[in-house]
């Protein structure tokens, strides 16, 4: 049965989590839960009830899917040194910013980004219910993707984040299941592409802050421009103070834009899909189809289940519960089925 643990190991304690969980396979196990409570009670109405909800469930998650790999299919993969703004896919290899290399907890695994599941060991549960979830822990900090022309900063937050493989670790009390990007895996990354060092420096109200806050410090701004002693600031002095600041104000600019990245991916204003994949962009974009295909088949299942149910109610096995059965139309029927 590890195939099925696989699948129901999931952390749902996020949207960007219930998101994914929703969009992949593990919406077939409730689905295949609601199926067994529609069986049950041999109710008609139920398993009419069941079935809709199972096919709505199903083209809500088609729909998802497919707008994904619509997405990766129809958006152009650029290069960052002449990458136009707005939205874009990326590809290249996963940097660390300086100072940006992590350490898995729980793991101790040097690594880009990380998102590890904690469950707590409980020694009084059989070996099969051992372990219960306690916390997740999720990375908040950016990293790097390189294509050979330039880098550009991927910033996580609000990110679909898709990292196949996994590392199970255990300590005395704890488990611990991460999924991690690692510097030099390859990435694949659609968002929006903004070159944050062209945007526009409202110099005059950097200037009318510093100003302000010359004001306020009355003793220092005797002591640097009061050239006459007179302990007070006439124009002349006021002007020598206002220029000195202007400089200070595009030395402080000047330094704090050379520290921003000249590119970040983010996640696109307009409601559009942010998502980061390890691996190449035509595997990812399988993976959104193939699932769009398997929920939009079990839509068109659920669909035909509801229209055999509803119109040959009387073919259904004998002790099922339905309102016509009260009028004996049901009986009738399966009278009429069994003579002929």
Same mark, same amino acid.
């Given at each position: 049965m590890n195939w099925l643990d696989d699948l129901l190991d999931v952390d749902l304690t996020t949207p960007g989590q219930w998101r994914k969980w929703f969009e992949g396979l593990h919406l077939l196990v409730v689905q295949l839960g609601l199926l067994v409570f529609g069986l049950q009670g041999m109710n008609v109405k139920r398993l009419q009830g069941v079935l809709m909800l199972m096919a709505a469930l199903a083209v809500l998650a088609w729909i998802s899917n497919r707008r994904r790999y619509q997405a990766m299919g129809n958006t152009p993969v650029g290069r960052i040194a002449s990458a136009a703004q707005g939205q874009m896919a990326l590809t290249g290899t996963a940097r660390a910013v300086e100072n940006g290399m992590l350490i898995c907890p729980g793991l101790e695994m040097r690594c880009l980004w990380y998102r590890v599941i904690v469950e707590e060991r409980n020694r %009084? #549960?059989? #070996? $099969? /219910? /051992? %372990?219960?979830q306690t916390t997740t822990l999720q990375s908040d900090g950016g990293f790097l993707i390189d294509d050979g022309t330039g880098e550009c900063f991927i910033d996580p937050d609000d990110a679909d984040i898709h990292v196949a493989e996994k590392e199970v670790g255990e300590d005395q009390y704890h488990r611990y299941t991460a999924w991690m990007i690692y510097e030099g895996d390859?990435? %694949? +990354? +659609?968002? $929006?592409? +903004?070159s944050v060092r062209d945007a526009h420096i409202d110099i005059k109200t950097a200037l009318a802050q510093k100003l302000n806050e010359m004001k306020r410090d009355q003793i220092t701004l005797l002591a640097r421009f009061d050239r006459n002693g007179d302990g007070r600031i006439d124009a002349s002095e006021w002007e020598h103070a206002r220029a000195s600041a202007e400089q200070e104000v595009l030395a402080e600019l000047s330094e704090a834009n050379a520290a921003l990245p000249a590119h970040v991916m983010r996640k696109p204003r307009d409601g559009r899909p942010f998502m980061v994949a390890i691996g190449a962009a035509d595997e990812n974009t399988r993976r959104y189809r193939w699932q769009a295909w398997v929920h939009l088949a079990v839509a068109a299942l659920c669909l035909h289940g509801l229209l055999f149910v509803t119109r040959h109610p009387e073919r259904l096995p004998a002790g099922w519960h339905h309102p016509a059965a009260q009028y004996g139309q049901i009986d009738a029927a399966r009278t009429a089925t069994q003579i002929s």
């Open positions: %009084y #549960a059989n #070996a $099969e /219910q /051992q %372990y219960r390859p990435l %694949y +990354v +659609v968002g $929006e592409f +903004v």
